[in-house]
């Protein structure tokens, strides 16, 4: 059983468009949403995450936007830029301990930026 | 600073060969984890620790092993290599600010 699902598998995105990346989770525990980005030879780095008491978190061109009642949550990449060419992952997990622990993962996006 | 190092970089084994893949960290995180990433299906946990003496399993447990004897050092153990344990591991240790991953090693079976 898949816990979070992530759409779209690949996105193509011309210079300067807005990319958008979507996931969807059923865990009504989860309480920690990270996004990952991963250049490829590299592992995830995180790029940015967001806790279900906030709808919206932006930070530079990268903005999460989460809806609680839905279920869902999305990266949003204003003015996208080839160097933003990667594999998106976004992920969840439940509370334990105060930690991250546990991260469940999505498939994966894969975003080219044309030039 | 050097964050998550993971030693080797890559590695070919035969069936039935064993190794252990190293991760070390820096940052005094009690929380480190494996993974295994295949093409697209994301990141599988196999094993995790929430401090030193401390391991259980993750989704994918079968046919590794892990331990934890310090709070820096977290070796996967591969016991009797087979062609599904083909992938990319990646180590990672995780404090309030988040999970960091290293740079990972692609092993491959044959």
């Known amino acids: 059983q898949q816990q979070v699902k992530q759409s779209p598998q690949s996105l193509i995105v011309q210079k300067g468009g807005i990319s958008i990346i979507n996931c969807a989770y059923e865990n009504t525990a989860f309480d920690y949403f990270p996004w990952y980005q991963q250049f490829p030879g590299k592992g995830p780095a995180l790029l940015i995450a967001?806790?279900?008491?906030?709808s919206e978190k932006k930070e530079g061109r990268f903005t999460i936007s989460f809806n609680k009642s839905a279920k869902q949550f999305s990266l949003h990449i204003m003015d996208s830029q080839p160097g933003d060419s990667a594999t998106y992952f976004c992920a969840a997990s439940s509370p334990f301990r105060g930690s991250n622990y546990k991260l469940t993962f999505g498939k994966g996006t894969l975003l080219t930026v044309n030039p | 600073n050097a964050g998550v190092t993971q030693t080797p970089k890559f590695r070919i084994l035969k069936i039935g060969q064993s190794m252990t893949l190293q991760c070390t960290q820096d940052?005094?995180?009690?929380?480190m984890y494996w993974y295994r990433q295949d093409p697209g299906m994301g990141l599988k946990l196999i094993y995790y620790s929430v401090g030193a003496g401390i391991t259980d399993k993750g989704e994918v447990p079968n046919g590794y092993n892990v331990s934890r004897s310090t709070t820096e050092d977290f070796p996967l153990r591969l016991e009797l290599a087979a062609p599904s344990q083909t992938s990319v591991y990646f180590c990672?240790?995780?404090?309030?600010?988040?999970?960091?991953f290293g740079p990972g090693t692609r092993l491959t079976v044959t």
């Open positions: 940052m005094n995180h009690n929380y």
């Open positions: 990672a240790s995780s404090g309030l600010e988040g999970q960091y």
């Open positions: 967001i806790r279900p008491d906030v």
